[in-house]
């Protein structure tokens, strides 16, 4: 069964600390995502990949960083938590281009890992 | 700026009757619309998706439909059942294929009484 797997599924962190989510797929796929998910706000790109070594900046990347140094594996980077990046936070991945099987488009998503910053 | 909207945040529908779901755009450069079903505690799933040269596709009970002019899709569950009870999410794509960068909706609650 294909997976996107997120480290933790709950954390706790206090203000100022440096966080490390974590994000691996086991699929080959080429592009990898991180999103929030907050109430009334839906889902929100915070950074994207395309290739390893690649990162764009997705919609609200302030406050965050991101790592892809192996193709399965893409980091998100909380440099400094805050109170405000309390949320929950979901990696996806999916295949480049187009093609092949309908199942082969859109995304594959991880479980999520709910963040409090105290 | 909300490129994708879904005005509705919850919706409640009786078991066997049709739900239909709503989302507006506003960027006229999204060429692909996808709809994903989240459950709580787990990620989105993708359930249903249309290119912007069809208006309908249809698989099995769910059936999205698309109006360009309007930048209007609506998501159809027919006929709804207990286990469609579930967070939806509209989500759009100025690639040809869905899966690059996704701008989703804020999402809507079906909640499907028995």
């Known amino acids: 069964d294909v997976k996107v797997t997120q480290s933790s599924r709950y954390l706790v962190k206090r203000t100022g600390e440096k966080v490390f989510l974590e994000c691996v797929q086991d699929?080959?796929?080429?592009?990898m995502f991180w999103y929030r998910q907050d109430p009334g706000l839906g889902l929100r790109l915070i950074y994207f990949s395309y290739d390893v070594k690649m990162k764009e900046k997705g919609d609200i990347p302030e406050g965050y960083s991101v790592s892809r140094e192996k193709k399965e594996r893409f980091s998100l980077i909380l440099e400094s938590a805050s109170t405000n990046q309390t949320s929950m936070y979901l990696c996806?991945?999916?295949?480049?281009?187009?093609?092949?099987?309908?199942?082969?488009?859109?995304?594959?998503f991880g479980s999520g890992t709910r963040l409090t910053v105290v | 700026d909300q490129q994708v909207k879904q005005n509705s945040p919850s919706l409640s529908v009786q078991e066997g009757r049709i739900s239909i779901l709503n989302c507006d755009y506003t960027?006229?450069?999204?060429?692909?619309f996808l709809w994903y079903k989240k459950y709580p505690a787990e990620g989105p799933t993708f359930l249903i998706s249309i290119s912007s040269i069809k208006d309908k596709n249809e698989d099995g009970r769910f059936t999205v439909f698309l109006n360009k002019s309007a930048k209007h899709l609506s998501l159809h569950i027919v006929p709804s059942q207990p286990g469609d009870s579930a967070v939806y999410f509209c989500?759009?794509?100025?690639?040809?294929?869905?899966?690059?960068?996704?701008?989703f909706g804020t999402g809507t609650r079906l909640t499907i009484i028995p």
């Open positions: 699929m080959d796929h080429e592009n």
């Open positions: 996806a991945s999916s295949f480049a281009g187009g093609g092949g099987a309908l199942s082969n488009y859109g995304y594959t």
């Open positions: 960027n006229s450069m999204f060429d692909y």
């Open positions: 989500a759009a794509s100025a690639g040809s294929f869905g899966n690059e960068k996704l701008t």
